[in-house]
């Protein structure tokens, strides 16, 4: 079993910086594929971000160029570093996990979630 939780979530001005974290308990992270997902209001959760257990990295393209997914192995976190945000990337962010090891687009593809963080971006 791996619990999730995120931090760093918050208010910030368009245009502005967040970086999201997750960690994960358990001693078998590494071998987990882990994403993020997000979720505004009225629409369905998307995939936003993913890294693969091997390390390969997996963007949605309305961001590809704004962010950056990343993990320590060693910490048993996953990190995304999200750059010039917009007001229409207000949402929950979600932090996902699979023990496939692989990246999935489909959020049932991911046995394990944590609670969410809110991003709100001020225009």
């Known amino acids: 079993q791996v619990q999730l939780v995120e931090s760093g979530g918050g208010l910030v001005q368009a245009g502005g910086s967040l970086r999201l974290s997750c960690a994960a308990s358990?001693?078998?992270?590494?071998?987990?594929?882990m994403a993020w997902f997000r979720q505004a209001p009225g629409k369905e959760r998307e995939f936003f971000a993913g890294i693969s257990s091997g390390g390969s990295t997996y963007y949605a393209d309305s961001a590809k160029d704004r962010i950056t997914i990343s993990r320590d192995n060693a910490q048993n976190t996953v990190y995304l570093q999200m750059n010039s945000l917009k007001p229409e990337d207000t949402a929950v962010y979600y932090c996902?996990?699979?023990?496939?090891?692989?990246?999935?687009?489909?959020?049932?593809?991911?046995?394990?979630w944590g609670q969410g963080t809110q991003v709100t971006v001020s225009s």
């Open positions: 358990g001693r078998t992270f590494s071998r987990y594929a």
């Open positions: 996902a996990g699979s023990s496939s090891g692989a990246i999935y687009y489909f959020r049932g593809s991911y046995a394990y």
